[in-house]
């Protein structure tokens, strides 16, 4: 973590981003633990990434709403394709300024420190995996490349000045297993920084994940990222 941010959160800001993160994940559990449900009576099944995250955009909505109520705490909807904004008039020309993770969540920081740090991006990037045929292996590898590695891409900068971000994969045709074996192959070749996934999933179809990365172009070096997949083998891409 940098040392502006380390400053910006001891000790209060740190309880509370820890407490940001435990929320914003279990919002995204609780969305696509609903929708495993939803799709299971949805014809005809989606086609496409866009339009399951279309629909889990809307599930964190209705999740949001639900622990505003269970919790009596604020917590915004994540903005769903939201570009990332410029952080300083020195980087308005950044190649990762416009950039458009699937979900950002905000962290409003307590103590900024600086103007940079008023606002950390909590990032979340969705992928399908599982739909690779016979030796293919095209989004096993789009998991890691256009996944895994945009939180630590220059052109693309997700979770920069956070220390935790979200991955997950929409799982379709093949088995968990399969797609991890696959999956940490990739990632032992191109992220030698990232942990091998060990995706162990609940009674509801939802795994988990949690992942230590050491990024190399990207601050806070020192970075989790929460690998949430969904099995949506019996409802999406059928026939």
């Known amino acids: 973590m940098g040392k502006a941010l380390v400053r910006a959160m001891i000790p209060d800001a740190r309880r509370a981003w ?23 009576g949805m014809h005809p099944p989606r086609q496409c990434e866009d339009d399951i995250s279309k629909l889990l955009s809307a599930l964190l909505r209705e999740i949001c709403y639900e622990m505003k109520k269970e919790c009596e705490i604020d917590i915004r909807v994540p903005t769903w394709e939201g570009p990332i904004p410029p952080r300083s008039t020195t980087n308005v020309q950044d190649e990762e ?7 950002t969540c905000i962290f409003p920081n307590p103590r900024p420190g600086s103007h940079e740090n008023i606002e950390i991006p909590f990032h979340v990037e969705c992928k399908i995996i599982g739909k690779d045929k016979g030796s293919q292996k095209t989004y096993k590898e789009n998991y890691v490349r256009k996944g895994i590695i945009r939180f630590d891409s ?3 900068g997700y979770g920069h000045k956070s ?24 990632i032992t070749e191109e992220v030698p920084g990232h942990d091998p996934l060990c995706v162990s999933f609940n009674s509801h179809k939802v795994g988990e994940s949690e992942n230590k990365f050491y990024r190399l172009h990207i601050d806070p070096q020192s970075f989790k990222l929460f690998h949430l997949w969904v099995d949506l083998k019996d409802f999406v891409f059928q026939g």
Request: hydrophobic share 40%.
């Open 97 to 103: 300024v416009g950039k458009r993770p699937d979900f």
């Open 18 to 40: 820890e407490l940001f993160v435990t929320r914003h994940v279990e919002l995204f559990v609780r969305a696509l633990t609903r929708l495993v449900a939803h799709d299971c």
């Open 154 to 156: 220059k052109s693309h």
């Open 163 to 186: 220390h935790c971000g979200i991955m997950i994969g929409y799982l379709v045709g093949e088995s968990a297993e399969s797609v991890q074996c696959v999956i940490n192959q990739i």
